[in-house]
């Protein structure tokens, strides 16, 4: 395949790629998503072996809004577009694997070795929202109202530090059970699995490596900038910041007075995301110092939890969803596309050189 050139200005953002462009992801149905400053990219594994890759130019709101891209700011817009970006990768990862679900024959009771399209059993953008709704709607109702429940009910004041450091604790033992909990569902642990080929091809990008199986499979697989670990530092920084707003009390009534903080909690996890980001971002490019060590041991050992060691065919669907955003990044103005792409092998991902050509 004949590798375009590429530009001088293109070089140069490449020369500094490590250090100038962030790479994020997020693992989904046999697949994993990558976010870079221009690009969101979905590369999912279909059961004919071949790579489905679905590529567009991404512009932030912040781009467009400067103050978004303060500190304290950036980590809300940066929290509410991965949520959008994450509910529109699972929605293309789930009805990849549905559009492609192998047919069988009924005569003989096997599977046909290539699988044909099928549209039955795709999700809407309707439906897929209404479940991201019920999600979170769950999510508040586990770690926010549960917990403080279980805290008022244990005989604790809501305008002490001690309310709120049981209230945290309590957090973290849901949060732990409900990872521990799930990771033994079969269809988690493959998305664990490529949580882990992501991770280790961001590292290898970020070392300055080639982006091959190889290389990627000789990385660690755990991050400092997880999500894992930015969910440990948003308990963490909930149990500060609702300790120092929330110790007064509201209404004379206590259940009343509960109710209400618990209302009050639900937009103050705004900026609790803004300054766990914020610290997420120090720990990212501090990581080797032996004195951030400590503050990012615990983030480091959650995702044992959360991610496990990938295959070799899991590891190229990381690195393709990785090549193809980074082609991106050196072709800003090419044409983007909502139809996603098929390909054959890692090989066939347009890629770019990581260095100058001289």
Known sequence: MKRRPVSRSARSVLLAAPQKIAVGGQAVMEGVMMRSANSFAV????????????????????????????????????????????????????????????????????????????????????????????????????FVFLPHLVTSLLGYSTDTLMFHLVDGLIKLVIFLAYLWGIGFISDIRRVFQYHGAEHKAIFAYEKGLELTVENA???????????????????????????????????????????????????????????AYELIRIS??????????????????????????????????????LKISLWREANIDAPSSENEKTYSSLAEVPDVPLTSEG
Not at 109 to 133: D, F, H, Q, R, Y
Not at 306 to 312: A, L, V
Request: hydrophobic share 45%; with cysteine.
């Open 217 to 275: 499979a000789a990385q660690t697989r755990f991050h400092p900038r997880c999500g894992t670990s930015f969910l440990f530092l948003v308990i963490g920084v909930s149990i500060i910041l609702f300790s120092l707003v929330l110790q007064f009390r509201i209404f004379d009534n206590k259940l009343l007075d509960n109710l209400v903080k618990i209302v009050i909690k639900i937009p103050l996890m705004l900026p609790v995301a803004g300054i």
């Open 43 to 142: 590369a999912c594994r279909i059961p004919t072996g071949d790579l489905v890759i679905k590529e567009q130019r991404w512009r932030s709101l912040s781009t467009r809004l400067g103050f978004l891209r303060w500190p304290f700011f950036r980590g809300t817009i940066v929290l509410v577009e991965a949520l959008l970006n994450g509910l529109s990768a699972l929605t293309f990862s789930a009805n990849i694997q549905a559009k492609y679900e192998p047919k069988t024959d009924a005569g003989k009771g096997t599977v046909e070795e290539k699988a044909e399209p099928a549209n039955s059993g795709e999700l809407s953008k309707g439906e897929a929202a209404m479940a991201i709704t019920v999600s979170m709607v769950f999510a508040l109702g586990l």
């Open 284 to 321: 990212g490019k501090h990581h080797d110092k032996w004195y951030f060590k400590p503050f990012i041991a615990p983030g480091l050992a959650l995702q044992r939890l959360t991610t496990r060691e990938p295959e070799e065919q899991m590891l190229e669907v990381a690195l393709a969803s």
